[in-house]
């Protein structure tokens, strides 16, 4: 293939990842509108249990302890609904940084920090720049060895480095004892490393059809 063919080729593909990321989008929006309308419902049920409260039907404390009891059953069960979805919120928190001799380092850590996993905040998933895993909304994306998506493998470059996460711009590996075990001498903790930052594969979740039926959760292989 010539390289007009190879440039139409990316050029489709990058099509296609944005129909993806848009249809994704689209689908979380609706997630958002759905928990609206339940919000909403929860709004009409407070009330409505209120007034029973008030009118005497029922009393508070019946009230507390049936809504424990289900509670319980539905963690019990892994019942409890939730989307998914997950957003980085940056606080306030400024924190020493600690300058890392990366480039020393890279022959014995491989830039294992980019293996680490962390949720991107709503300005990073709006400018469009970083990838985040279309299976785990809104993670930063990692390839199947575990690896971030926009690490260079042969370089151990970051493709996006001024664009990056903010969490990586205040990120230092000095002090992390899952990186380190110990920083001066350069001895990686391979116990958290092999069991942690190793290949990445898909979880299958098997969902119900009804509500009464169970839903199995397979660990990851």
């Known amino acids: ?16 990842h944005r ?11 609706s997630l958002t509108g759905l928990a609206a309308r339940v919000n909403e419902s929860e ?30 059953e539905l963690i019990e069960k892994q019942e409890v609904a939730h989307p998914g979805l997950a957003m980085r919120v940056d606080g306030d928190e400024g924190g020493e940084h600690t300058p890392v001799n990366c480039e020393e380092r890279w022959h014995v850590c491989n830039a294992i920090c980019c293996k680490l996993d962390f949720a991107l905040n709503a300005e990073e998933v709006e400018s469009g720049r970083i990838k985040w895993d279309m299976g785990r909304p809104y993670y930063i994306r ?3 060895n575990c690896f971030c ?5 042969k370089t151990k ?19 992390d ?22 290949e990445a594969k898909p979880k299958l979740i098997d969902s119900p059809m009804f509500t009464d039926q169970k839903i199995v959760y397979k660990n990851e292989l």
């Open 142 to 144: 990692h390839e199947e």
């Open 1 to 16: 293939m010539n390289k007009e063919g190879l440039h139409d080729q990316a050029e489709e593909q990058d099509k296609l």
């Open 157 to 175: 470059q970051c493709g996006i480095y001024q664009n990056r996460p903010g969490i990586c711009k205040k990120y230092s590996c000095a002090k």
């Open 149 to 153: 998506a926009h690490l260079n493998l």
């Open 43 to 72: 709004s009409f049920l407070y009330a409505l249990i209120d007034l029973m409260i008030q009118k005497g039907v029922i009393a508070p404390e019946e009230v507390i302890e049936i809504v424990q009891q289900v509670r319980k």
């Open 177 to 198: 004892i899952r990186i380190w075990k110990d920083f001066e001498k350069m001895e990686l903790n391979y116990d958290f490393i092999n069991t942690h930052l190793r």
């Open 19 to 29: 129909q993806v990321e848009r249809a994704s989008l689209f689908t979380h929006t």
